[in-house]
């Protein structure tokens, strides 16, 4: 992409982030560069909405994300599918899942019921969620199912462990 060819969107949202955050994108094509200037805006909530713009104009795709894919984490479950919708549909599936399963790992974390939680649910989570249930959930029963059911024999080993 010629530096022509970045949509005036694109700058305008790089430009409210370098402001933001004290960090400068000299080539507007570089999309490493790019990368790193969105890392950088991650922590700061003011720089959300650039965020989300940048997101909505980024033409690179993957790189658009990866990006909501780490602000998934750092938004409230309310807001996630505003950060979902902003990509583009043939990139949309991993964020998707991710903020499902978000919502999934707080329910459980709460200590709230998850509908029919047992072995038959676990075929669907993905191995990044049973990991995390069993790093962040001490509920015994979630661990036991995790114990006997787990995908791999490393989440099955792990909330053995973490059954003690």
Do not use: C, N
């Not at 999309?31 to 720089?47: N, T, V």
């Not at 997101?55 to 990866?66: C, H, I, K, N, Y």
């Not at 709230?112 to 069993?134: K, Y």
């Amino acid at each position: 992409m010629a530096d022509a060819e970045v949509p005036q969107e694109l700058r305008d949202a790089v430009r409210g982030l370098e402001g933001l955050v004290g960090t400068v994108v000299s080539d507007m094509t570089d999309s490493h560069a790019r990368w790193e200037l969105y890392r950088a805006s991650l922590a700061s909530d003011d720089a959300r909405p650039f965020l989300l713009a940048a997101v909505v104009a980024e033409p690179d795709g993957v790189l658009a994300s990866a990006v909501v894919g780490e602000v998934l984490e750092l938004v409230p479950r309310a807001d996630r599918q505003s950060w979902v919708g902003a990509l583009a549909p043939a990139v949309r599936a991993f964020s998707e899942r991710r903020a499902r399963e978000l919502g999934i790992l707080e329910d459980l974390r709460s200590g709230a019921e998850v509908p029919t939680f047992g072995p038959e649910l676990l075929g669907g989570w993905s191995d990044w969620l049973q990991l995390r249930i069993v790093a962040e959930v001490p509920d015994a029963p979630v661990l036991r199912i995790l114990a006997e059911s787990g995908r791999t024999k490393r989440i099955r080993r792990a909330a053995a462990g973490a059954l003690g």
